[in-house]
Every structure is written in C-alpha cells, then in structure tokens.
C-alpha cells in the first residue's frame, strides 16, 4: 500500500543495513544510523515508562550539549549544541528507548565521564574540544569493535542454526525461509545511541535542516536532472 | 411503541448502505448517489475532514517533537503498527490502536490498519496499475485457485473511467502485460533513472521495460484538485488535494449530490438476514463512541470495510440459513488470503553523475513491469514479480568512516552523496485455499467482538520467486552499469506489503466462490463486496485501481438491478 515511496528511499540506501534503510527517515541518508540504535528503538517497550523521572543530572545534561557537539560541532554553519541537539537527546533517551537501553546510555555517560577525569584529571565539560574528540574516538573504537564481535557470533549462530533448518521440513518450519528478518536484539551501545541521535536531531533542527542542508518546504515542481551549484547542499526534507 | 419503532425504522432507512469509506466505500458512495440513491456510509473510525484534519501536513521537520520516531508510549498501544516502517509520528494518529482491536495470530501476520474516515486511501502508496488478461487468465491456465468470471474487456472501461476522475499520472508504454490507461502527463525521471531505463531496454531489447510509476498523483490541476507539489509528504494527508483519497475526491463528490449520510463511529457488527426475503435488510451497527446498537435498513449493502474487515463482518453475520457466515455455503469465505511478497531485490551505486542532482522530492518511483513466465521466459516457478525502484541522491559518502564524527563528518553529510539505485520485487501469491482468517471467539475487542485470527504463509512458488527477484534487479543493475551492486532479501511476512486480498473471492461457480462476476454474494443478491476481498488472484501489480473499478463497475449493475426489481 505505502510501498512506492518507501521502496524508493529503502533501494537508495543499499550500502547500508537494509533495516536502517527501512526505519531511517528519508532525510537522513545512508550511513547515518547505526543498526543497534534502531534494534534498540524497535525492541520491545517499556509499557509504563515513568514520565517524569529525570534521567540525567545537570551536569550529565551538560556532557550530553557538549559530547552532540563534539560529534557535529560548528564549522561554516553551526553545531549540535547550537541546535538544542543536548536536551533533544535527553528527551529522547527518555522517552523513546525501553528502560535497558536508558541503563546502557547511562552507564556509558557515566564511562566517559570517568575516561576524563582518568585521562586528563577533569570533567568531560572542561577538557578542551580537542581532547574530547580523542576521548569520543577510544570509545568509537571500542563500540566498533564490540559490534563486529557480536556480529561474527551472531552469524556464526545464524549458520549453526541454518544447517539445522535445512534438515527439518517445511511442516516443522512453515514460513521460514521467508520470515520477516527478527528485529535488532543486539547490544545496545552509548555511543552508536548518541551518534544516531545527534545526527538526527542536528539534521532535523531548524540549523541543521535549513542552514547545514537546504530545506525547501513547497519544491512547487520536480527537475528530475539540474546541475550541481558551486556549494550545493543536500536537501532536507 | 408500535408506531415508534416503524417510525424509527423509516428513520434508520436507506436506499444503499456501504460499510466502510476507504478507497473502494468512497467509491461505492460517489457512484451510489450520483445514481439518486440515498446512502448511508459507515465508517468505524473518526471522521478526518479533508485539509482541515491534516494536522501534520504542513509542520516543518523540527517540528515534531521526537523528528519522526516513536515512542515508548505509542509502542505500548500500537505493538503490531511499529512492526514495519509505516508508523511514525508524522501520521502517528491514523494507525489503529492494536489493543483496542487485537487479533489472533497462528501465524504471524502484520495487520496494519487506519480506522477514520477515508481508511487506507489517506496513506496509501499510491501506486495505481491494470490488470491485465495475462492476470486474469493464470489461474485457469495453471490450475490454481478458480478463474476470474471476468476478462480485461469487461473491466477496461471501468478502469478508464475511474481513472479519468482519480487523476493518474504515467506513461503509455504498450507493454501487453501492463495495459494502458488514461494518464494525466507523466512525473520526469531523473537522469540516472533514464539512463537505466535506456541501458536495461537496449540489453533485453524491449523485452523487458522500465516505466515512471503510475500513481494518484496529479501531476496538473485536475477536477478542482490542486497538482502535486513535490513535498513527498502524502501519507500526512494532502492539503492540495494532490492525491487521490476518499476525503480529496470521492467524498466530495457524493455529498455533492444531496443524497449521501456520513455516520463515523459506526462498526458493523452484522449484517441482518432476512429469511423471507431471502436477502439482506440491512446492518447491525455498534456505535463506537457509546456501544449503543442501531439498526440501519436498505435495499443493497456494499461491503467495503477492507479485505479482512469485509471478512469479519460476512463470517460474524451467521443465521440459521447462514450459519458459517453470509453467503458461506461454499466454505470459501475467509480462505484464499494473499498478500504480496516483497522486500526482495537489489541495489547498486552510479557512476557519472555526480555534477547531476535534482531539484524537488519526487513522491513517486520507477515501474517494471512484469516480464517472467511470457513468451520465451519461463522460470521454474508460476505467475511473477514487477519491481518498484528508483534513482536517487542521498547524503551517503565513502569516505566518511564507519561511525565517524567531527567536523568532515558534518560538512560531507551536508552536501549530495552518491547516487543510487534500487529495484525492489513485488511478487505475486498464489491463492492458497489454506491460507486464511476465521472468527476466534476466545478474544474479545473493545465493542465485546470476536476477533478474527490468521494462519496464513508464504511458501515454494513465492520463495522461488525471491531468488529471482534478488538476481534479476542484480544482473539489470549490473547491465545498466550500476557498482558495488548488492542483493538483498529482508524476508517478508504476509501483511507487510498492506495488499491483503482474496478472502471473499468471486468465481463462476458459487460451490467455489463467494461472490459472482458482478461482485454480487452468490446467495444473497442484495449484498455486494467490492474491496480487495473480492480478488481471485492477486496478480503482482498494486490492486486499489482494480478495487476501483470493480466498484464503479458493481454499482452500475446494482443500480441497474434495482431498477429492474430485481434486488
């Protein structure tokens, strides 16, 4: 029914995780979201998440500004903090992600916080953008690299699976070669979470849409070939 | 009381009742009472009244709170909407609570539903196709389910004339599979699309083709609705009435006449047989909102509530003549579901263009048609697939690392990435006798209903087919000089591709089907079913446009019918 578009903007994301494709909002293209952050978005809910519970303290709520803009900080146009980017994912922490995930978000807040004060005798808050770009790459590092593990024993489990699949019949498995892929169950990580979201919200924000991109509400028509300008910016929608 | 209760019966009385105001009700309701009748649609749901109620349509992307996603909350309500990508917070509201209205699942099915005036023709996809007598041959020439009582002939003015008052944009290709209609001009492919469709037509010289998608979209102003305004935002509802929806076209026009009575808030619980008559004398009518009971009377009753909304209410509307459900004698009614597969395919990246980028958001893809199991091309499997597909430029770059961040990051995320381009399958099922929906009484929904539970499933001819529709769009892409060309099947699960069909079928012979060539119930002439119930095959092309013209064409028979006496 709502296929067209949407198998539009899946097919154009083939580099990526098909999933991602499927979940992504158009306006942010390949390469934006991570897969974990939208198993952990699909997963299963926390049915009374306490609405006014505050997740993060002050001074997290600080960390969090600073870590969105050390991700997408000010250049030509502004940056991730600029954009609101820091309460937009405490927000969204809150209320978009089951409890499990708040923990794990928490827990690597709490990590990074700790990585500074080890590293360089203070608070994430106060060390310079320089030093907290080097402190965001370690653990960039170390997401990849837990990802790529779960990934080689997911599949390894996936083929173990398979060969026994394979022996029973269709009666025992009705359905299942064609069965819908399950949802994420991976881990969730703090930082693939606050990347994903970062780029979500800077991108979405009024600066990121229409000052990092070019936001055109009413196109009015379609040109279906143009020539790049000098500059061009990619479009938001 | 006696003369109370003829009183309110003269009240609650109609010429026509249509259970449901989606793409085939609407219809259903326009044809109806430009006839003269007087009509009463009934909707489950909300009324939407037409831009007005598009509550989304025109924020700005900051100005959704949560940018699209859901939320914990709306997962809680809407465990089967957040399955697929369908459900977000741009039109969070027109997708049905699943709590209010569960089901039962022997195996998974992904029921997605809108109850509100207008039903699925606010979000559908838009993409609007002919069947052709390939389609409506198949299942007589090998074998599965029964044939279709009707040929291409007998529908093709129906197709033309719901056509000209939908408004459908697309190119004439005279391609026998996938006749032509009457299109308003076509939306431009972008310049690698045409390059595509050029490189792909050359190689399999014209025996495969690759066309603009044909879709409701009006592409110039079109009976007092405004043309498309590149926004790609349909499925918020259209505040130019840029698309074909009940609430943007057919609606307006029954109102019009003077003769249409909209009741929202009106679940039909049955319809009311009458023994004596040997038909139906009218509905049974839960008012959503207060749980009252009504009773509403007339000559004919279109059945328009969805396929498997369609389908509850036949199999919930028992009696001693019917006790398995109205017009059931033949065991047919609720088997036969199908559904598309999809979520097959292939995409890959272009090279050349990159001082090339386009201006607008195109709500609209590629098309192509099918081509397997037609002169020389036979597979190893029945029926086939057309793709849906498209070009385009997104903000992906090479060279930003995996997870990267930092100031480059920023900047080349800012600017035009590659390009890319996909095709995706859509692939016919079979009709499965087996494959179906009946009444589960242990479960009741909010109104105190029976739901109704699903055991359906894909299965060999349709798995074949995804190989296929894997390494085909592959070895296109490939031909069109697409890189890095990857193949992909993301499984499918019947429901997913919202083309539910089959479950009331027509057929020549009512020992094998439940409705006859006129869409009329084999045993209870007054009551029709025009929605994707009624299909007896499922072809592999989009099916609201067949849902159309089957209607219109239902409503002049009935109407002709009635006039006869003989309803």
Known sequence: MAQSESSVNKTKLNHMNRRDAVKSVAFLMAGTLSATTIGVFLEGC????????????ADQEKTLAELADTILPDTKTPGAKAAGVGPFMAM???????????????EGLEDLEAK???????SFIEITAAERSKLLNVVREETIAKQKAEKDKTELEKKQKQSTIVQKSEKEEPGKPLAAKERYKETPYFFAIARDLTLLGYFTSEIGASQAMEYIAIPGHYDGCVDMKPGQRAYSS | MSNLNTKATAQNTYDAIVIGSGISGGWAAKELTEKGLKVLLLERGRNIEHIKDYTTAMKKPWEFEHRGRITEANKATHPVQIRDYPYTEFNESFWVNDKDCPYTEVKRFDWYRGFHVGGKSLMWGRQSYRFSDLNFEDNLKDGHGVDWPIRYKDLAPWYDYVEKFAGISGQAENWPALPDGQFLPPMEMNCVEKSVKKRIEEKWNKSRIMTIGRTANLTVEHGGRGKCQYRNLCSRGCPFGAYFSTQSSTLPAAVATGNLTLRPFSLVNHIIYDKETQKAKGVMVIDSETNENIEFFAKIVFVNGSTLGSTFVLLNSTSAEHPNGLGNSSGQLGHNLMDHHFRAGASGRAEGFDDKYTYGRRANGIYVPRYQNMGNDKRDYVRGFGYQGGGSRGTWHEEIAEMGFGAEVKDLMSKPGSWNMGLGGFGETLPYFENRVYIDKTKKDKWGQPVLAFDCEFKENEQKMRID??????????????????????????GMAIHEMGTARMGRDPKTSVLNKWNQIHEVKNVFVTDGSCMTSAACQNPSLTYMALTARACDFAVSELKKNNL
Do not use: I, R, W
């Open chain 1, 46 to 57: 926390n049915p009374n998440p306490a609405p006014n519970k505050n997740l993060f303290s």
């Open chain 1, 92 to 106: 969204m922490v809150k209320e978009c992600y089951p409890e499990h995930a708040q923990k794990v978000f928490l």
């Open chain 1, 116 to 122: 500074s004060n080890k590293q360089f005798n203070k």
């Open chain 2, 469 to 494: 529709m894997m390494n085909d769009a592959a070895e296109m892409l490939e031909a069109a000089g697409m890189k890095d060309v990857q193949t992909y099947d993301n499984g499918s699960t019947p």
